[in-house]
């Protein structure tokens, strides 16, 4: 791909729904460039090593993909971290953790690459979930997060929209981003990664769409407690 190909910033994209938006994105011609906690090794995926909850592994991170890229045209926040315990057994290690690496880096992912999307009028598109409006056992600070992403990028919609640079936050149901996973009451990666490429490079710039839910076509028997919950909206 030629140094004019529009570029595409994933973060989490070594494996799951991550891995699959960014491999559609790379079928369309984008240049594609990946913040991975851990990496694969393959030169297709631009990948820079990045713990986002350091905010000078993030910053470092973001830097040489700029050096690198020269551009961005869309960035994808994907990753995220999940520990359901019950808020009697969550330990502040795992909650401040999984604010830092779900809510704040996304904050801090913004401030820096929003120059760059304003020059090129770009997306800033942000992987939220159902279990941001539709709470269930275990679930205290994974649910706290993606709820806070909403107010996050409906902000980031107004205040920048006039800037030239979109936000969309994607709300998905159950997907089956486990490796061996393949329920047919949940959307597989392949799916995820499908729909976010459309998004990105089918919808015309001169409409945004600030959120966006989708879910499993087909629902399971009632779950009983915890993220199984999600399964049957």
Wanted: charged share 25%; glycine share 8%.
């Amino acid at each position: 791909m030629g140094s004019e190909s529009p570029v595409a910033l994933v973060t989490g994209s070594n494996r799951g729904s991550g891995r699959a938006i960014a491999a559609r994105l790379h079928e369309r011609g984008y240049r594609v460039f990946s913040l991975n906690r851990t990496v694969t090794g393959e030169d297709w995926l631009g990948e820079r090593e990045c713990d986002l909850a350091s905010r000078e592994s993030l910053a470092a991170g973001v830097a040489a993909v700029l050096e690198r890229a020269g551009r961005l045209d869309v960035v994808i926040a994907n990753a995220v971290e999940r520990v359901l315990d019950p808020i009697e057994k969550m330990s502040e290690q795992d909650w401040d953790r999984q604010l830092e690496i779900n809510l704040s880096s996304v904050f801090r992912l913004v401030k820096q690459v929003l120059p760059a999307l304003r020059r090129s009028r770009g997306l800033f598109l942000v992987m939220g979930s159902h279990a941001g409006s539709r709470y269930f056992e275990g679930g205290s600070a994974y649910s706290a997060t993606k709820a806070a992403l909403k107010a996050l990028v409906e902000t980031l919609l107004l205040e920048e929209r006039n800037n030239g640079v979109r936000a969309c936050l994607l709300a998905p149901g159950a997907i089956s981003n486990l490796d061996g996973d393949d329920a047919p009451t949940k959307v597989s990666v392949e799916s995820v990664g499908t729909c976010v490429a459309s998004i990105v490079a089918d919808w015309p710039a001169d409409l945004v769409v600030g959120e966006l839910e989708f879910r499993p076509a087909l629902l399971p028997d009632s779950p009983v407690t915890g993220i199984d919950r999600l399964l049957h909206v």
